[in-house]
């Protein structure tokens, strides 16, 4: 079994920084990439950012320049950092891995169980 366990969420004033962290642990025989996503209250799961094992990043328009993901590969988590939040930042944020695991190392997607973060003054 593979489990993502995010941390990192909370409360936050407009203007303000947060770091969300989350750690892929299991039977893991590789991971392809790993991201986050976000939900609004009466909105669709939207992509905020994935970062491929080469490095390779991708960022949704709306948070360019605010946000930065990071990964640390050997330690199998992934990081964004994010600065100027914004309200209508407020959704619960999940973390994404695609990853093959040693059961039959076909590529499969995982998520984590969600963090909020709340951005109110």
């Known amino acids: 079994q593979v489990q993502l366990v995010e941390s990192g969420g909370g409360l936050v004033q407009p203007g303000g920084s947060l770091r969300l962290s989350c750690a892929a642990s299991?039977?893991?025989?590789?991971?392809?990439?790993m991201g986050w996503y976000r939900q609004a209250p009466g909105k669709q799961r939207e992509l905020v950012a994935t970062?491929?094992?080469?490095?390779?990043?991708n960022y949704a328009d709306s948070v360019k320049g605010r946000f930065t993901i990071s990964r640390d590969n050997a330690k199998n988590t992934v990081h964004l950092q994010i600065n100027s939040l914004k309200p209508e930042d407020t959704a619960v944020y999940y973390c994404?891995?695609?990853?093959?695991?040693?059961?039959?190392?076909?590529?499969?997607?995982?998520w984590g169980q969600g963090t909020q973060v709340t951005v109110s003054s």
């Open positions: 970062r491929t094992s080469s490095g390779s990043t």
């Open positions: 994404n891995a695609e990853l093959r695991t040693y059961r039959d190392l076909a590529l499969h997607d995982y």
């Open positions: 299991g039977s893991i025989f590789s991971i392809n990439a």
